[in-house]
């Protein structure tokens, strides 16, 4: 079982930046492929970033936003520079067996931090 506790989400303004972590429980989570997720007030969530034994995002952050994990300290980070408007969303980490862009592939899933991006 893993437990996942996302943080570091805030209000910022356009251009700046923004450094999530999340923290997970359990020996084995650095085996696990680690995603992040975002779902905006009446959207569908949808794929952020992921990262296994490599990284891939989603066009609509690629250059913009970096994943990195520590397996050392459990935790993965999602760094995010030159922020707009429309990345203000619930942002969410989970871990499953692969690094997939679909939501289904992963098995566990954090409660969610707010980030939200003013004009």
């Known amino acids: 079982q893993v437990q996942l506790q996302e943080s570091g989400g805030g209000l910022v303004q356009a251009g700046g930046s923004l450094r999530l972590s999340c923290v997970a429980s359990?020996?084995?989570?650095?085996?696990?492929?680690k995603g992040w997720f975002r779902q905006a007030p009446g959207k569908e969530r949808e794929f952020v970033a992921a990262?296994?034994?490599?990284?891939v995002y989603a066009d609509s952050v690629k250059g913009r936003f970096t994943i990195s994990r520590d397996d050392d300290k459990n935790t993965v980070f999602l760094q995010m520079n030159s922020l707009k408007p429309e990345d203000t969303a619930v942002y969410y980490c989970?871990?499953?067996?692969?690094?997939?862009?679909?939501?289904?592939?992963?098995?566990?899933w954090g409660q969610g931090t707010q980030v939200t991006v003013s004009s």
């Open positions: 989970a871990a499953g067996i692969t690094a997939s862009t679909m939501s289904q592939r992963y098995d566990y």
């Open positions: 359990g020996r084995t989570f650095s085996t696990y492929a």
């Open positions: 990262i296994k034994w490599s990284s």
